[in-house]
């Protein structure tokens, strides 16, 4: 997607990441980072689209969240593999660190996909939320497009390397969206 629509197909990666569907960063960016050695993208200009889409997919959580809120998630998040739990625990997160649990978790693998949507519940100010996505999604994009930069010269010896982790991740994924559906999607009882 990336390289057939350039800085379109980074700013849709990342907006679909940051709007609660699994499409890991760690894969986007560093490849986005091999595009800027490579001569086809400029680092800033990489960077600017990637926080751009991360904050695009944020507001799309975020308002799925203002609107719909717990009765959204109670009545959906098992679709999404977002469950009572873990809406407990992120609004622990809010109460105990407050608004800056955006800024922070923008910064964090995993949270970072997620952060939005208990903002949006938790009716954060939505200038706050997005100067918070920005900054902080700013420093990771950018942090990932430097480091695929900088493997970029290497990048076809470590490119065994990446598919392999790409195959542990995959499988990771499947593991655990395995373990979901299996623990949230039980047979009822007749």
């Not at 894969?27 to 800027?36: A, D, E, H, K, S």
């Amino acid at each position: 997607m990336i390289s057939s629509f350039g800085y379109f197909g980074v700013f849709i990666a990342m907006a679909i990441e940051s709007a609660c569907i699994p499409l890991p960063s760690e894969i986007i960016l560093p490849f986005t980072g091999f595009m800027v050695f490579l001569g086809h993208f400029g680092f800033w200009q990489a960077t600017v689209v990637a926080t751009l889409g991360n904050l695009f997919g944020g507001f799309v959580a975020y308002y799925v969240g203002v609107w719909g809120g717990r009765p959204f998630l109670k009545r959906y998040g098992r679709y999404i593999l977002f469950n009572e739990r873990e809406l407990a625990w992120t609004e622990r997160l809010f109460e105990r660190h407050g608004e800056m649990t955006v800024l922070i978790g923008r910064m964090l693998p995993v949270v970072r996909t997620f952060i939005s949507l208990p903002a949006g519940i938790a009716r954060m100010n939505p200038v706050k939320m997005a100067a918070y996505t920005a900054l902080g999604a700013f420093f990771w994009c950018a942090l990932l497009i430097f480091v695929g930069q900088k493997l970029g010269q290497n990048w076809n010896s470590l490119k065994p390397m990446f598919h392999r982790a790409d195959l542990v991740i995959g499988g990771g994924i499947v593991i655990v969206v395995a373990y979901f559906l299996l623990k949230n999607f039980k047979p009822r009882k007749r």
